[in-house]
């Protein structure tokens, strides 16, 4: 069972990792939706440094208003970014978060 579903709001967290990962900066501690479960897989990051024992990761799609990535360039409001994310990247979404 995935711990999100469609429709859920999520929050991107910042965990301050080095190295490669998948998660650009414009998006960590912001809020989107989840859109949909992509599958399990392994984790980017550990198979990045040739770690292919790792446990497998849960990865979502997540849409992200722009105006809330970028408030001070003009997008039209149903604009989004879509981008997918792995489940230890996300959180749940606090109330006064904004919608995608």
């Known amino acids: 069972m995935t711990r999100f579903r469609a429709g859920d709001r999520v929050q991107v967290l910042a965990l ?3 190295g490669h990962v998948r998660i650009p900066h ?3 501690r ?3 939706e989840i859109l949909g479960y992509c599958g399990t897989y392994l984790n980017p990051e550990d198979l990045a440094v040739g770690n ?3 446990k497998a990761v849960d990865l979502y799609r997540v849409a992200f208003a722009q105006t809330t990535l ?3 360039d003009v997008h039209a409001p149903q604009d989004r970014l879509i981008i997918e994310i792995y ?3 996300l959180a749940p979404a606090q109330e006064s978060s904004h919608a995608p």
């Open 87 to 89: 489940d230890h990247w």
């Open 52 to 54: 292919t024992g790792g």
């Open 70 to 72: 970028w408030p001070n």
């Open 26 to 28: 414009y998006i960590r």
């Open 16 to 18: 301050g990792k080095a």
């Open 30 to 32: 912001k809020a989107g």
